[in-house]
Structure formats: structure tokens, C-alpha cells
């Protein structure tokens, strides 16, 4: 039992103590500490720590230890679909009865850590970008089409597959939209809108080819969250950090995650190998829709990348507020440029 005089530990005393070299049983000669939206991931020598923020949005909801808990375990099993001997364990922290915060020792847990296996960043899909090929992608892609093979089809008909991507359009619209937004990084509401119409004008115009991904079962529970810095090179090939808070969202046509990551190759200087990408796909999983699919989905998928980007501006105090403005307009411009071409 834990004094009940003892002061429970909030986000920053934990961090603290995570940040020490000397709390990792396993022995560290130092730790890193990475931020993101939703996490704060600290890399000792050989294994990464993810401990999940209390945060709590219209996607998710972290807000309880409870619920941080149920999320890691999610977390741990989806990402062993597609990496093998990465994602190793939850490990608690625990509160002492004297107060006193020890990894996997004795107390109360307060926190639950992601434990990880540190990946080699220069074999991450950013570090090779300059000099990866098809043949050196072609691993990859094959771990991902026997994945898409196998993975569980979603029963959606193609009225409510339509109706979802409305929907989500809609929100992101409204979002980038936010007053202030409007006032933090002086978008063009015009632009934003019309991004937007020409999307949910593809919806109305092409429902059709959109509904039969849904009717020929091409929905599927897939990664959600398919961009090179979550692919890794190696042997064999790892695809980390999949979309795990939120089911609906993971549940996607495989065209739509392999146009994100050639979405995301393109804005790292190798469209040629997003091209190649889908490519590979095509062949392997004997699926070739229209191009035009493709094309929607990038302009969609950059309009939601759009929309998370400005949200880190709402955070309140932003470590890189200049950042997140040029990600936020870099976005807009791909979706800009994906619905004025004419292909949708």
C-alpha cells in the first residue's frame, strides 16, 4: 500500500524519472527523449519506452490510467502483426509506499510503458529514401500485400463506406476551419473549402467505384498509419507504430494505405517510389482499380495530415509551432494539387 500522504506522480515527475539512465533495470548510458501528439517514447541503448500522455480528443481518449493500460495492450498485439520480436512487453511503473517510482518493481502501477526494441533509424525508409529502389522496397511490399491477404474484412456496404468518408471530410473541413486556427496560421478558408468540395464532389460523381471496394470486400483491418518513417528496411522488413486508439480508422482499402505512403514518398522527393509502391501492389494482390482512386485518396488522405498538423497548434504552449504551420500549408498544397489537376 502507498502512503496516502504521498503525492501521485503527474506526467512531468514521471518523465523526469524516465529520463534518468539509472531507472532502466536493464542498465542505459543514456535517454532520449521523443514527443509526439500523443506520447512521450524515451530510447535508451538498445529499447524504447512509449509512455502514452493523459490526453483525450474526438479519437481518442487516454484520460485514465485505465484506459492508457487498454490502449498499450492494444498496441502491443496489433503491432506483432507486422514485426516480429519488436514489440516485447508493458511494463508498469510503480509508486512505492514511500514514494518512490521504480520500472516492473514493487508498489502501485501509476503508468504503463510500450517496451520496444530500438530499430536501426538508418534503416528506416526516410534514411534510404535518396538511394532505395523497387528491389529493395520489394520485401516491404511483400510483407504488406500477404498481410492485406490475410487480414480480417470489414462488413461495411457501400453506403455506409460512403457515407463514412463523407463524414470524415466533413469534420476535417470543419476542423481546419476552427477560428483559431484562422488566426494562428492565416489559412485560406476559400482554399480549404474547396479542397473539401472537390473531394466530397468525387464522393457524389464516382460513389459507385468507391461503394464497390466496400461490396467486393477490400476493406480491411490494416495498419492505419502507413508512412516510411514507421517502415524499416531490414531483413526481414518491420512496420511499426500502426494506428491502434481507434478501429474505425484503421479499417481502410489497402489502395487507400499504400496512396498514403505514396503520398508521403512524394513529399520526400521519390514519387517514383510511391508509384512503384502501388505498383507492386496491383500485381501482387491482383487488384487494379482506376487511377483515379488513387488520386482521391492522396488529396483525402493530405487533407486529413492537414488537419492533425494545425491541431498541435491548439495544444496550448508548442515546443515547434513553425513546424507544424509548414506541415499544415505543405499538406494543403498536395491536396490543392491532387483535386485541381482534373483527375477529380
Given at each position: 500500500?502507498?502512503?496516502?500522504?504521498?503525492?501521485?506522480p503527474g506526467?512531468?515527475?514521471?518523465?523526469?524519472?524516465l529520463?534518468?539512465?539509472?531507472?532502466?533495470?536493464?542498465?542505459?548510458?543514456s535517454?532520449?527523449?521523443?514527443?509526439?501528439?500523443?506520447?512521450?517514447?524515451?530510447?535508451?541503448?538498445?529499447?524504447?519506452?512509449?509512455?502514452?500522455?493523459?490526453?483525450?480528443?474526438?479519437?481518442?481518449?487516454?484520460?485514465?490510467?485505465?484506459?492508457?493500460?487498454?490502449?498499450?495492450?492494444?498496441e502491443?498485439?496489433?503491432?506483432?502483426?507486422?514485426?516480429?520480436?519488436?514489440?516485447?512487453?508493458l511494463?508498469?511503473?510503480?509508486?512505492?509506499?514511500?514514494?518512490?517510482?521504480?520500472?516492473?518493481?514493487?508498489?502501485?502501477?501509476?503508468?504503463?510503458?510500450?517496451?520496444?526494441?530500438?530499430?536501426?533509424?538508418?534503416?528506416?525508409?526516410p534514411?534510404?529514401?535518396g538511394s532505395?529502389?523497387g528491389e529493395?522496397?520489394?520485401?516491404?511490399?511483400q510483407?504488406l500485400?500477404d498481410f492485406?491477404?490475410?487480414?480480417?474484412?470489414?462488413?461495411?456496404?457501400?453506403a455506409?463506406?460512403?457515407?463514412?468518408?463523407?463524414?470524415?471530410?466533413?469534420?476535417?473541413?470543419?476542423r481546419l476551419?476552427?477560428p483559431?486556427?484562422?488566426?494562428?496560421?492565416?489559412?485560406?478558408a476559400?482554399?480549404?473549402?474547396?479542397?473539401?468540395?472537390?473531394?466530397?464532389?468525387?464522393?457524389?460523381?464516382?460513389?459507385?467505384?468507391l461503394?464497390e471496394?466496400?461490396?467486393?470486400?477490400?476493406?480491411?483491418e490494416?495498419?492505419?498509419?502507413?508512412?516510411?518513417?514507421?517502415c524499416?528496411?531490414?531483413?526481414?522488413?518491420?512496420?511499426?507504430?500502426?494506428?491502434?486508439?481507434?478501429?474505425?480508422?484503421?479499417?481502410?482499402?489497402?489502395v487507400?494505405?499504400?496512396?498514403?505512403l505514396?503520398l508521403?514518398?512524394?513529399?520526400?522527393?521519390?514519387?517514383d517510389?510511391?508509384?512503384t509502391?502501388l505498383e507492386?501492389?496491383?500485381?501482387?494482390?491482383?487488384?487494379?482499380?482506376?487511377?483515379a482512386?488513387?488520386?482521391?485518396?492522396?488529396?483525402?488522405?493530405a487533407l486529413?495530415r492537414?488537419?492533425?498538423?494545425?491541431?498541435?497548434?491548439?495544444?496550448?504552449?508548442?515546443?515547434e509551432?513553425?513546424?507544424?504551420?509548414?506541415?499544415?500549408?505543405?499538406?494543403?498544397?498536395?491536396?490543392r494539387?491532387?483535386?485541381?489537376?482534373?483527375?477529380?
Open positions: 500500500m502507498t502512503d496516502p500522504a504521498v503525492k501521485l506526467l512531468e515527475d514521471k518523465t523526469r524519472f529520463l534518468s539512465p539509472a531507472s532502466y533495470p536493464e542498465g542505459a548510458d535517454v532520449r527523449l521523443v514527443e509526439t501528439h500523443m506520447a512521450r517514447i524515451f530510447l535508451t541503448d538498445h529499447f524504447a519506452y512509449k509512455m502514452k500522455k493523459p490526453v483525450r480528443s474526438s479519437y481518442l481518449d487516454f484520460s485514465s490510467l485505465d484506459k492508457r493500460y487498454g490502449d498499450c495492450r492494444e502491443l498485439h496489433l503491432n506483432r502483426r507486422l514485426t516480429d520480436n519488436v514489440y516485447l512487453d511494463v508498469p511503473l510503480r509508486l512505492d509506499a514511500r514514494g518512490r517510482l521504480a520500472l516492473d518493481g514493487a508498489g502501485v502501477p501509476v503508468e504503463w510503458l510500450v517496451k520496444m526494441r530500438r530499430l536501426r533509424e538508418t534503416a528506416s525508409l534514411a534510404l529514401i532505395a529502389s529493395t522496397l520489394a520485401p516491404l511490399l510483407r500485400c492485406y491477404r490475410d487480414a480480417e474484412v470489414i462488413a461495411l456496404t457501400p455506409q463506406y460512403l457515407a463514412r468518408l463523407r463524414r470524415q471530410c466533413e469534420d476535417w473541413r470543419e476551419l476552427a483559431d486556427l484562422e488566426q494562428k496560421l492565416a489559412l485560406d476559400g482554399e480549404i473549402k474547396g479542397i473539401a468540395g472537390a473531394l466530397l464532389d468525387f464522393l457524389d460523381r464516382e460513389g459507385e467505384l461503394g471496394r466496400a461490396g467486393a470486400g477490400r476493406i480491411v490494416g495498419h492505419g498509419d502507413l508512412r516510411p518513417e514507421h524499416f528496411l531490414t531483413q526481414p522488413p518491420q512496420v511499426i507504430d500502426c494506428l491502434e486508439f481507434n478501429r474505425t480508422l484503421r479499417c481502410v482499402d489497402p487507400d494505405e499504400l496512396s498514403y505514396a508521403e514518398c512524394e513529399l520526400l522527393g521519390r514519387a517510389l510511391g508509384e509502391a507492386g501492389y496491383y500485381r501482387c494482390c491482383d487488384d487494379r482499380p482506376p487511377e482512386l488513387s488520386r482521391f485518396y492522396r488529396a483525402n488522405r486529413l492537414a488537419h492533425l498538423a494545425a491541431a498541435h497548434l491548439q495544444d496550448g504552449a508548442v515546443a509551432p513553425d513546424k507544424w504551420k509548414s506541415k499544415t500549408r505543405l499538406y494543403l498544397q498536395a491536396a494539387r491532387y483535386c485541381a489537376d482534373g483527375s477529380l
